[in-house]
């Protein structure tokens, strides 16, 4: 992983990652962000979640993010979940996503955990084939329905 350095965000910095986390949630706020990863951020559960960025020398700014927690999987026990994988660069962003799936590897091993879950949406991105390249294969299928409000919802009487 040279030229990269992998750091958890803390809670001032989160305002820094937005542009990046833009590129996976086109339709996120600010404030929106900035309350979720506050709280993902908290230096006092590093051990059970946060954000992970990567840094390339000699830049300052953020190229690439995953959100994680460690859970425990019924059937596997201690399971790493990272998801809103992004890797962006001008010029090289593979050397990016090289740079960010060592770090889950490496972060789960510190973590004691026996496998990692990664959430990718499209199938075709960056992230999904960077995870495949690594190792990463399906494990079942991550099926997704909105709902949409279909009936006024009823106030509930005093």
């Given at each position: 992983?040279?030229?990269?350095?992998?750091?958890?965000?803390?809670?001032?910095?989160?305002?820094?990652?937005?542009?990046?986390?833009?590129?996976?949630?086109?339709?996120?706020?600010?404030?929106t962000?900035?309350?979720?990863?506050?709280?993902?951020?908290?230096?006092?559960?590093?051990?059970?979640?946060?954000?992970?960025?990567?840094?390339?020398?000699?830049?300052?700014?953020?190229?690439?993010?995953?959100?994680?927690?460690?859970?425990?999987?019924?059937?596997?026990?201690?399971?790493?979940?990272?998801?809103?994988?992004?890797?962006?660069?001008?010029?090289?962003?593979?050397?990016?996503?090289?740079?960010?799936?060592?770090?889950?590897?490496?972060?789960?091993?510190?973590?004691?955990?026996?496998a990692?879950?990664?959430?990718?949406?499209?199938?075709?991105?960056?992230?999904?084939?960077?995870?495949?390249?690594?190792?990463?294969?399906?494990?079942?299928a991550?099926?997704?329905?909105?709902?949409?409000?279909?009936?006024?919802?009823?106030?509930?009487?005093?």
């Amino acid at each position: 992983m040279s030229g990269f350095t992998c750091k958890n965000l803390s809670p001032d910095e989160v305002h820094t990652v937005y542009p990046l986390v833009r590129e996976v949630v086109p339709n996120l706020d600010l404030r929106t962000w900035a309350r979720i990863a506050r709280r993902a951020c908290n230096p006092k559960r590093a051990g059970q979640g946060g954000i992970r960025v990567v840094l390339r020398h000699p830049r300052p700014l953020p190229c690439g993010l995953f959100l994680y927690r460690r859970e425990h999987d019924l059937a596997h026990g201690p399971i790493l979940i990272a998801e809103h994988m992004v890797a962006i660069d001008v010029l090289d962003p593979e050397s990016v996503m090289t740079a960010l799936v060592s770090e889950l590897d490496a972060l789960a091993e510190r973590l004691g955990c026996v496998a990692i879950r990664t959430m990718v949406l499209g199938q075709a991105s960056l992230a999904a084939s960077g995870l495949y390249a690594a190792g990463h294969r399906p494990e079942g299928a991550t099926l997704w329905k909105p709902i949409e409000e279909t009936a006024p919802k009823h106030k509930a009487s005093a």
